[in-house]
């Protein structure tokens, strides 16, 4: 199985701030098969990357994804208000298992 | 519109078994694979079985393997969890959700908004 460690556990910015978070695999991630996800208090799940690196549709160019075989980040480059919530990152390339999480908190 | 509805959750004792359902609308249910994710209470997301269009492949997370059973029926657009031993650590969140393509497993593109199941003496 592999594992995604996501780091940090929670970050503190400010809007307007850019943020970057980690996911790093156990072991390679076949083709690149890497999702990031955002959750908001009460709500499902919500596809914002896939292929590490492609935005999902309708989702803003603010948000991006970046990396290859087990080091992978997401980056949103100027925070806004309501991005303040949890993100998760998945791997589809072997079975499927998802990261910890990553909680942005407004500073 | 996409849309899936999960029912099925409830307070349930340990070692008891029970079947969550998935009513899919709003697109070609037999087109896609689906898989179930749980959240537990306070916790993050944890992928716990998939199947693809047709059930001919099926994967489970070691977690719930020999105890849950995925199944799906097209005709009916519907999509199953049978759960059976259940332990106080299966309480959660249970999401179905859409795999982006038939065979799976992909990224997952649509999610429902879940049923909770609570195991408890």
């Known amino acids: 199985e592999i594992v995604l460690t996501q780091s940090p556990g929670t970050l503190s910015l400010s809007p307007g701030e850019r943020a970057t978070l980690s996911c790093r695999a156990s072991?390679?991630?076949?083709?690149?098969?890497l999702a990031w996800y955002q959750q908001k208090p009460g709500q499902a799940p919500r596809l914002l990357i896939y292929?590490?690196?492609t935005r999902a549709t309708g989702i803003p160019d603010r948000f991006s994804g970046s990396g290859s075989g087990t080091d992978f980040s997401f980056t949103i480059s100027r925070l806004e208000p309501e991005d303040f919530v949890v993100y998760y990152c998945?791997?589809?390339?072997?079975?499927?298992?998802f990261g910890q999480g990553t909680r942005l908190e407004i500073k | 519109e996409v849309q899936l509805v999960e029912s099925g959750g409830g307070l349930i004792q340990p070692g008891r078994s029970l079947r969550l359902s998935c009513d899919a609308s709003?697109?070609?249910?037999?087109?896609?694979?689906m898989h179930w994710v749980r959240q537990a209470p306070g916790k993050g997301l944890e992928w716990v079985s998939g199947?693809?269009?047709?059930?001919?492949?099926?994967d489970y997370a070691e977690s719930v393997k020999g105890r849950f059973i995925i199944s799906r029926d097209n005709a009916k657009n519907s999509l199953y969890l049978h759960m059976r031993m259940l332990r106080v650590e299966d309480t959660a969140l249970y999401y179905c959700?859409?795999?982006?393509?038939?065979?799976?497993?992909?990224?997952?593109?649509?999610w429902g908004q879940g049923t909770l199941v609570t195991v408890s003496s």
């Open positions: 292929g590490a690196s």
């Open positions: 959700a859409r795999d982006m393509a038939a065979t799976g497993p992909y990224y997952l593109d649509y």
């Open positions: 199947i693809d269009w047709n059930s001919g492949v099926i």
């Open positions: 709003g697109f070609t249910f037999e087109d896609y694979a």
């Open positions: 072991q390679s991630v076949s083709s690149n098969y």
């Open positions: 998945h791997q589809y390339g072997s079975s499927s298992t």
